[in-house]
């Protein structure tokens, strides 16, 4: 890399518009292809006879298993709530000033304090 380019990692992730696999996935080798694209009439075949078997249990993976190909797989969504670490922060300061203002305060000078230790009262 020379010093007028830029580096692919800022912060130890890559940066926008660099890769950690620029090259991509690598593609599967022809005899592999050719021996799978052989099975293809056999296992959807399977597929057809499980849907029209008597086991439920294999119908529902067969029939999943259609509109996964067809359709492709349901996005799962998930809610996550929550607050990031500077919301938290706020919200802890606001709590503590709020238990504050419950706590009376007493405002007391130095020199009071020793008026009131030699007379003898507790504080």
């Not at 890559?14 to 293809?40: C, D, H, W, Y």
């Not at 959807?44 to 119908?59: H, N, T, V, Y």
């Amino acid at each position: 890399m020379t010093s007028n380019q830029i580096s692919p990692r800022v912060n130890g992730k890559f940066a926008k518009g660099f890769s950690g696999n620029p090259t991509g996935r690598p593609p599967v080798p022809k005899p592999i292809q050719e021996m799978l694209g052989s099975l293809v009439e056999p296992a959807a075949k399977a597929i057809a006879e499980a849907l029209q078997g008597s086991d439920p249990r294999l119908k529902l993976i067969a029939a999943q298993e259609v509109f996964n190909r067809v359709y492709g797989k349901a996005q799962a969504t998930v809610e996550v709530k929550g607050m990031d670490a500077a919301t938290a922060h706020i919200n802890a300061l606001r709590a503590l000033t709020a238990m504050s203002k419950a706590v009376p305060i007493i405002d007391i000078e130095p020199e009071e304090i020793e008026e009131i230790t030699d007379e003898g009262q507790a504080i």
